[in-house]
């Protein structure tokens, strides 16, 4: 087995290749003039979806019928509150983090309430949360836009050494993320669970506490998405998150993870949400009209899957 | 004692708790009992049950459709522009996309493909298109459309009357004809279907051609109602049709859905919203409310389930 085949035969470098192709094609056309800001700019906005990707996945990696459509509402439910507490003062950054975090963790024990006492099936369950999460933020939002801290917006719309801070911060949480699914007791069974749950009940596996953790984990992530991306857009708006529920099942299955469950990557989790934003902005590049710039992404994220299809599809 | 069979008790429920919504609704607004109380309350649940059984038809072979609502918005699109000005055309491009539905659906098989991601993706294409066709809201109903949807026939307004020709269109359809055993067989056993020498591909081809069917028709209804259309009209119908399909007994795997109850699901949905406009709920709170009584009903569910166990222990 040469080191080339074992690359190609990895789930994730579907995704990274595509993602490449799309970038050289865009500088190609700019004759290599806004690389830089190019690059930055996906990382940039990569760095979100990677966060609200990576719950997602370790959620669709528990096997079928699980996915968390909760993501926007809690997203913007987190930087709505977060930044009315934080009321543009530096001192109240690390309360206003904190804060989305316990929103994070109610929705995710809301949500995981529902599917275990009622018995509903996920895609329902957090459906009907987010229903309610929404008319929470609706409720705290009231058309106000208030302006995130100097400091933290600072933060998150600045660079260190050429990366963006934000695609750092999303780094870390993929390392996090890769750390837990392939080194951890907890990776080997949320990977169990989605491959067969009565097998991995009578393997002992806890299975409803490793679900728990799982659709709580998401749904904090997808709160610090939020506050980050409220700092980066500088105040929460209501429909902030709304993108990212399509985005967020969309970079899972584009970068390689089996929708079946079972099988997750982190790597193509990057290269599909630096896939995802680099084909909007080609087609940007290209000035195309919004009407066809939404078809051209529809057919190109039918044509990858179809080209990964087969081994996706057969796990 | 008499007893009900499982089929019977899975569409016992749904309709029981579109009864009591129903209940709660007369109970608290007295005026809305009668012809065309009934139709204000039901007037826009023909749309949305037909893409219901539309998604229902999906959910029956394990798939899952993630581009119901941008697809009923982009035939809401063709229904006011090129169905009324160009009748001949209108017809040949919701005939193409009922083709692409089921192309769409052997490419899924052939392919092996995710569904979810499959219908993601085309959900981008038919969002597209119906900003092409229009950029800003506007367009017209055809006449013969604004007719259909506003007659008021004998006995039951429209929303009613189309609701129980759905129905039972459906229910002829999906659980009386061979094509919907076949459909239904999939979901199950796809492999045992397959061993029977039946056609597999040619089957799913189906069953996404009739819900793109079935999906052209919510949006042409629709428009009937709104008179106009715009590229975002329907978003909402992806998550309301599952919905629906879930509060009316259906589930995710295995083939099991029921048409009737599918339908009601619909009813339960859009009653739903009127009731919370009677309840007076500040507007904030108005889908949170929606939530709720989404969680309450299938609360509700579950309770007569474990009833109906405790019986047959008995």
């Known amino acids: ?315 | 004692m008499f007893r009900l069979s499982s089929d019977a008790m899975r569409l016992a429920i749904p309709a029981l708790s579109l009864t009591l919504l129903l209940a709660a609704v007369f109970w608290m607004q007295p005026r809305a009992v009668g012809y065309v109380g009934l139709n204000l309350l039901f007037n826009l649940a023909v749309p949305i049950a037909l893409a219901t059984i539309a998604q229902m038809l999906i959910m029956a072979v394990n798939d899952l459709d993630l581009s119901m609502g941008t697809f009923v918005s982009f035939v809401a699109c063709v229904t006011a522009t090129f169905l009324r000005d160009a009748p001949a055309t209108g017809v040949l491009i919701l005939a193409g996309a009922i083709g692409t539905y089921a192309a769409l659906g052997v490419i899924i098989h052939l392919r092996n493909l995710p569904s979810i991601v499959a219908t993601l993706g085309m959900s981008f294409v038919w969002g597209g298109l119906a900003v092409l066709l229009l950029p800003a809201p506007g367009g017209q109903a055809p006449d013969w459309v604004r007719w259909l949807m506003t007659v008021k026939p004998p006995l039951a307004p429209m929303a009613i009357v189309a609701s129980i020709a759905i129905a039972s269109v459906a229910h002829l359809l999906v659980m009386r004809s061979s094509l919907g055993v076949l459909i239904r067989g999939i979901g199950g056993n796809q492999r045992s279907v397959e061993r029977a020498g039946w056609s597999i591909v040619a089957a799913r081809a189906s069953a996404y051609g009739l819900a793109g069917l079935f999906a052209v028709l919510a949006g042409i209804s629709l428009v009937g109602l709104t008179t106009s259309a715009d590229a975002n009209i329907a978003l909402r119908y992806t998550l309301l049709s599952i919905a629906g399909v879930i509060l009316g007994g259906g589930e995710f795997i295995g083939g099991r859905v029921s048409p009737i109850g599918a339908v009601i699901g619909a009813l339960t949905l859009t009653l739903a919203g009127s009731f919370l406009s009677f309840l007076r709920i500040s507007p904030d709170w108005q889908i949170g409310a929606q939530g709720a009584i989404l969680i309450i009903v299938l609360a509700l569910r579950l309770m007569l389930n474990r009833l109906e166990k405790q019986e047959k222990r008995r």
């Open chain 1, 1 to 315: 087995m040469t080191p080339l085949f074992r690359l190609v035969s990895k789930p994730w470098i579907w995704s990274w290749l595509a993602a490449f192709v799309v970038w050289f094609l865009t500088i190609m056309v700019t004759l290599g003039a806004s690389t830089l800001g190019l690059s930055q700019a996906a990382l940039t906005f990569a760095a979100f979806s990677v966060i609200v990707g990576i719950g997602q996945m370790f959620v669709i990696t528990l096997g079928p019928g699980n996915i968390d459509l909760s993501v926007p509402a809690t997203m913007t439910l987190a930087g709505t509150v977060a930044l009315k507490l934080m009321n543009v003062e530096n001192g109240l950054i690390l309360s206003g983090l904190l804060i989305a975090l316990v929103i994070g963790l109610v929705v995710g024990l809301c949500n995981y309430a529902l599917i275990k006492a009622l018995r509903i099936p996920p895609i329902i369950a957090t459906l009907s949360t987010s229903f309610i999460v929404q008319s929470a933020a609706i409720w705290t939002n009231r058309g106000l836009r208030i302006k995130p801290p100097s400091v933290l917006a600072e933060f998150t719309t600045s660079n260190t050494l050429g990366v963006p801070n934000v695609a750092i911060v999303a780094l870390l949480i993929s390392l996090l993320a890769w750390f837990l699914l392939e080194k951890t007791i907890y990776g080997r069974w949320i990977s169990a669970i989605g491959q067969s749950m009565p097998a991995a009940r009578m393997a002992g596996i806890p299975v409803d506490g490793t679900r728990f953790v799982t659709y709580l984990f998401c749904a904090v992530l997808a709160s610090v998405a939020g506050y980050l991306l409220a700092c980066f857009s500088g105040g929460a708006a209501l429909n902030m998150g709304s993108e990212y529920l399509l985005m967020s099942i969309a970079v899972v299955v584009i970068g390689g993870t089996a929708v079946a469950g079972g099988d997750s990557n982190v790597p193509g989790i990057w290269g599909a949400s630096l896939f995802m934003f680099l084909v909007v902005s080609m087609l940007n590049t290209y000035g195309v009209g919004a009407g066809i710039r939404l078809i051209m992404t529809g057919l190109i994220i039918i044509s990858v899957i179809m080209l990964a299809g087969r081994r996706a599809g057969m796990r």
